[in-house]
């Protein structure tokens, strides 16, 4: 469904992604995981418009991204939660997650749309009327998540979503995310937390200076002892235990 090649992006001078490309099938969960600077935020802006390419190309189905401008990417079924939320701090909830139904299409379907995410993160329900700035940062990762849903996206991109979270926060986002997956929506998760990370995945992809170093099912990029060593670090034995048949891991529908 959304396949990049040989992607190439620059800020002025200096190259942050090279000769980048991968594939999300539909209904698919991949991750993009690797360490701080190795452009992954990039990345996921290239594909939510919000950073142009400077060669290479970016499909959507039959459609060409890189020939549009950035705001028809929404309307094409791209929708990103970005890193550090972005929410509007002073308006409420409701109107927070209304932008995200802004486009015609997602906004004959608001009431609906909003039930289902009401359904999805229950304490957004109950604080529709607050303003942003008094949730709590966990509760605001689910509004952030709920306002691109709002857009009735084909293709979720999820920057980062467990930065700043506790554990326990950490592990409800990530079980929300598997929850929208089921409901046939993909997702391109870029993630510090890899070993959550490649818990949730079908398929990886590490990026190290903006290249791609590695990709695969999480367990057969483990089985690299290079991959696992230079990208993955220590917390390979983390993705063991996670995947270990009486781990709680995430829970998979």
């Keep these: ?22 594939t999300l099938g539909p209904g698919e969960l991949i ?9 992954k935020s990039t990345l996921i802006n290239v594909i939510a418009g919000l950073h142009r390419i400077t060669s290479g190309s970016i499909a959507l189905g039959t459609c060409n991204l890189a020939k549009l401008p950035a705001h ?22 409701r109107e927070n997650l209304e932008l995200g139904s802004h486009l015609a299409g997602a906004k004959a379907r608001r009431n609906d749309s909003l039930e289902r995410v009401c359904t999805l993160f229950p304490m957004i329900a109950v604080k529709l009327a607050h303003r942003a700035e008094t949730l709590s940062g966990g509760q605001q990762q689910m509004v952030a998540i709920a306002r691109a849903l709002m857009a009735c996206p084909r293709v979720l991109l999820l ?5 700043g979270l506790a554990p326990t926060l950490v592990v409800e986002v990530f079980q929300s995310i598997r929850r929208i997956n089921a409901e046939g929506v993909a997702v391109l998760l870029v993630e510090q937390n890899v070993a959550m990370a490649l818990d949730l995945a079908d398929r ?23 991959i696992r060593r230079a990208y993955l670090g220590s ?3 983390d993705v063991e235990a996670a995947a270990a048949p009486n781990s709680p891991g995430i829970a998979r529908g």
């Design 1 to 22: 469904m959304l396949e990049l090649t040989a992607i190439e992006a620059r800020y002025g001078a200096a190259t942050a992604l090279w000769d980048v490309s991968l």
């Design 31 to 39: 991750c993009v995981v690797g360490p701080n600077g190795a452009g």
């Design 72 to 93: 028809r990417f929404c309307a094409e079924g791209i929708a990103i939660v970005p890193e550090g939320r972005r929410l509007f701090a002073a308006m409420t909830v």
């Design 159 to 163: 920057d980062e979503p467990s930065l």
């Design 204 to 226: 990886a992809y590490v990026l190290e200076e903006g290249r791609i170093a590695g990709e695969g099912a999480p367990d057969v990029l483990l089985s690299q002892p290079h």
């Design 235 to 237: 917390v390979a034995d």
